[in-house]
């Protein structure tokens, strides 16, 4: 059993940053974020293999978040943010290589979530 653990929510202006972490207990071969807004549906974030290879990023945030991972951690730095990015982010991890890391069935293991709030 993996467990995740995440830090680095917070409250942010509009136009600022924060940077997540997530490491989790062992190794794992893809590492994701998600997100949840209320009364919205988890949403995929970006996902990223063991061995950085893959990197994949939902439609609403690409160009301004970037993920990275070392050793058993993931991180999502997030950059230019916007209201609308106002969510709890989850950690997530898999243990197959899938030909796509957006569904949430591609995950075995998910951490508890670090709210994330953009003032506007």
């Known amino acids: 059993q993996i467990q995740l653990v995440e830090s680095g929510g917070g409250l942010v202006q509009a136009g600022g940053s924060l940077k997540l972490s997530c490491a989790a207990s062992g190794p794992t071969y893809v590492m994701g974020w998600f997100r949840q807004a209320p009364g919205k549906e988890r949403q995929f974030v970006a996902a990223?293999?063991?061995?950085?290879?893959r990197p994949s990023y939902g439609d609403s945030v690409k160009g301004r978040f970037t993920i990275t991972n070392s050793g058993n951690s993931v991180y999502l730095q997030m950059n230019s943010l916007e209201p609308d990015d106002t969510a709890v982010y989850y950690c997530a991890a898999g243990r197959n290589s899938r030909p796509n890391y957006a569904p949430l069935s591609a995950y075995e293991w998910w951490g508890q979530g670090t709210q994330v709030t953009v003032s506007s």
């Open positions: 990223v293999e063991w061995s950085g290879n």
